[in-house]
T-cell receptor, first 116, second 113 residues
Framework: AQKVTQAQTEISVVEKEDVTLDCVYE???????LFWYKQPPSGELVFLIR??????QNEISGRYSWNFQKSTSSFNFTITASQVVDSAVYFC?????????????FGSGTQLTVLP | NAGVTQTPKFRVLKTGQSMTLLCAQD?????MYWYRQDPGLGLRLIHY???????AKGEVPDGYNVSRLKKQNFLLGLESAAPSQTSVYFC????????????FGAGSRLTVL
């Protein structure tokens, strides 16, 4: 069975600080996808990134970066120079590959609060 | 939200009442999903559909029924609502074939008293 653990329930930082959100996953599949979604206070769910298990290269997109380490089954998300608009709940998710009907398995989410 | 419309957005029910949530897409995507979101539990899959006329159970299907009579619409029904079904419900489409990327609706907040 697949499982995603986000041990950090809530994180609070001051604006401009860097913050890392942890994600640890479990799967018996040898190929799989990992995702991060953002849920701002307005409530919608916004797709941020998808990474497949073949590609362990870190990815950077502006202030966002993702560190995928297969050896530790982790897919951590770092926000550099955080801003108030980054305040949201962030979900890590896992699904099998390449695209069966199988659903995403979500973690319980991390509430990030960025204080001005 | 990429053409995903959920109705209603809010609803209050009494225990034992029934209701239906509608998810409608204005595109032609095959895969549709219903999730519920609860504090501390993240999102959990209730039911999903891989095409018109097909449905399948997810992780937490008990107490819910679904139908996909038309490709554009995926309905989630509660026959006899219970307080444990108080939640925020999200419909999702798989919009990128083979990539498992889901696009979510805006959510429907249901309270069962």
């Amino acid at each position: 069975a697949q499982k995603v653990t986000q041990a950090q329930t809530e994180i609070s930082v001051v604006e401009k600080e860097d913050v890392t959100l942890d994600c640890v996953y479990e799967t018996r599949d040898t190929t799989y996808y990992l995702f991060w979604y953002k849920q701002p206070p307005s409530g919608e769910l916004v797709f941020l990134i998808r990474r497949n298990s073949f590609d362990e290269q870190n990815e950077i997109s502006g202030r966002y970066s993702w560190n995928f380490q297969k050896s530790t089954s982790s897919f951590n998300f770092t926000i550099t120079a955080s801003q108030v608009v980054d305040s949201a709940v962030y979900f890590c998710a896992l699904s099998d590959f390449p695209g069966s009907a199988r659903q995403l398995t979500f973690g319980s989410g991390t509430q990030l609060t960025v204080l001005p | 939200n990429a053409g995903v419309t959920q109705t209603p957005k809010f609803r209050v029910l009494k225990t034992g009442q029934s209701m239906t949530l509608l998810c409608a897409q204005d595109m032609n995507h095959e895969y549709m999903y219903w999730y519920r979101q609860d504090p501390g539990l993240g999102l959990r899959l209730i039911h999903y559909s891989v095409g018109e006329g097909t449905t399948a159970k997810g992780e937490v299907p008990d107490g819910y029924n679904v139908s996909r009579l038309k490709k554009q619409n995926f309905l989630l029904g509660l026959e006899s609502a219970a307080p444990s079904q108080t939640s925020v419900y999200f419909c999702a489409l798989r919009t990128a074939a083979g990539a498992n990327v889901l696009t979510f609706g805006a959510g429907s907040r249901l309270t069962v008293l």
